[in-house]
Structure formats: structure tokens, C-alpha cells
Nanobody
């Protein structure tokens, strides 16, 4: 089992940046593809970004391409989400999640593919 703890959220002005971190427990972190999702008030949770087990492949939602970057450090058992040029519509609770994948290069984008979830970190962007 993997436990995930997010950090790095906060209040930032539009155009600002944050670095979200997700620290994982356990020695099997490198076996999981990792993803970030977000849920804005009154909306369903949506995919933001994902990264394969080795870190070689990534995927992004169209709304964040060019502004957000996902990365992972398997030695530190941590996945990151660098969020730049933030917009008010990026305001949400951001969750990291872990997925079991058969292929090492897979980067799941569906919420249903993820088995472990963190508690979330709030990101609020003021205009």
C-alpha cells in the first residue's frame, strides 16, 4: 500500500507560481505511475497531469499545457507539479494519485485507473 501526502498549495496572485509536492511512503514508489488531479468548488474532479513509472513519459490536460510540469524523483519517492502562470480558474484542491501499470511507459489519464490518493492541497489564485 502507498500513502500519499501533498504539500505546497497556497494563495497566489494570477500569473504566479507554485511547486506542489507529493511525498509517498513505501519502497515500491517506482512501480507506480503518478498523476495529479484537481477539483474546483462545485465541479467534478479532473485530470491535470500524469507521469510514467520511470518519468520518461508525461501527459497533460489541454488547459494546463505549457504552464504546468510534472516530474518525479524516485530516489526521494516524491512527485512534483510545477504550476506557472496561474489563472483564477486553476483554483482547486489538487490531489496526487498512484496507478498500477503493466507497461513502464504508461501514463494513465483516467481517474478510475488510480488506486491510491492523497488528501489534497488547496491552491487559490486571486485575480
Amino acid at each position: 500500500q502507498v500513502q500519499l501526502v501533498e504539500s505546497g498549495g497556497g494563495l497566489v496572485q494570477a500569473g504566479g507560481s507554485l511547486r506542489l509536492s507529493c511525498a509517498a511512503s513505501g519502497r515500491t514508489f517506482s512501480r507506480y505511475a503518478m498523476g495529479w488531479f484537481r477539483q474546483a468548488p462545485g465541479k467534478e474532479r479532473e485530470f491535470v497531469a500524469s507521469i510514467s513509472r520511470s518519468g520518461g513519459n508525461t501527459a497533460y490536460a489541454d488547459s494546463v499545457k505549457g504552464r504546468f510540469t510534472i516530474s518525479r524523483d524516485n530516489a526521494k519517492i516524491t512527485v512534483y507539479l510545477q504550476v506557472n502562470n496561474l489563472k483564477p480558474e486553476d483554483t482547486a484542491v489538487y490531489y496526487c494519485a498512484a496507478a498500477i501499470t503493466y507497461y513502464s511507459g504508461s501514463y494513465p489519464v483516467l481517474e478510475s485507473e488510480y488506486v491510491y490518493w492523497g488528501q489534497g492541497t488547496q491552491v487559490t489564485v486571486s485575480s
